[in-house]
């Protein structure tokens, strides 16, 4: 392999801009696989590692774990790609790969020490790992994902991480016909969630604060559009709801939208709210429901979810930015000012 360094975008420290740098990329072995990065999506959890809000980071820090390229060189016992695949990487590179949860597909719940994070985290190899605001990466071929001739490299990046942290809960719980199933929030995850919901069958409805975007939900297969800032919302869908994915981070009454569930209805909680949130025990009781969580997907599920997008012409709605505009970027989406997730095109590094 030629690439032992190559260029990237890397906050230096904790809350440093995001400046242009080289980090190291390990020669390839048996099973890795080069790939030549085309685009990587900003996820709002890059900025939270960045910012170190979920505690001490690794220095320097290159982001970045929706990641979409083309596979440029492959390691001699490759076999599951060859050169020229469309390929994609979401938040993991790699697991224990013995534990219970790896063998049936779960790396994401990996209890052998846990999955190997695509960024800010260590490898096998006591090296730490740097994601895809860079030109390449090189990763094992069992954790990479083929991405259909139908997705644009650029749309399904998002789809790496974003897409399969609704899909799964979504798919888990048993969305489609006849089940009402609400999002909560409407920005890069909820979008995704919205346009998966609809093509799996559900009735769908968005409640996001204001029906500021009430018009592109609707036309991404919304049914209903309701603002959580008017409580006529919660008196109005009292009892409604099958399933509640909830994509926030920001820290929400819970008892209040578990009220909106059916008797068996979940609630799950895929974003990541800094403080514990309190739940009243009546708010379960009161009708058999479940407060349930959700941690994107494992390689097999990630590959069904990127299938079933191409099938249904699913992709996410982007803003293509430059490298030289991370920073700004990252302002934006702490902003929420964004329709509604930035990739960088990684030509630009």
Known sequence: MTHTTVAAYAAAAPKAPLEKTTVPRRPLGEHDILIDIKFAGICHSDIHQVDGDWGEGIFPMVPGHEIAGVVAEVGPGVTRYAVGDRVGVGCFVDSCRECENCRAGLQQYCTGGGMTATYNGTGRDGEPTYGGYSTHLVVDEGYALRIPDAIPLDAAAPLLCAGVTLYSP???????????????????????GVKIAHAMGAEVTV???SLGKREDGLRFGADDYRATADPATFTDLAGTFDLIVNTVSADLDLNAYLDLLRVN?????????ENPSPVGAFALVGGRRSLA?????????????????????????????????????YARVVASDVRYRFVIDTATI
Request: a negative charge; glycine letters at 20%; hydrophobic letters at 40%.
């Open 170 to 192: 979504l798919r888990h719980w048993g969305a489609g016909p006849g089940k009402k199933v609400a999002v909560v929030g409407f920005g890069g995850l909820g979008h995704l």
């Open 207 to 209: 409640l996001s604060q």
């Open 265 to 273: 209805g979940t609630l799950v909680q895929v974003g990541l709210p």
């Open 293 to 329: 969580g959700s941690m994107i997907g494992g390689i097999p599920e990630t590959q069904e979810m990127l299938d079933f997008c191409a099938e249904h012409g699913i992709g996410a709605e982007i803003e293509v930015i430059s490298a030289d505009r991370i920073n700004e970027a």
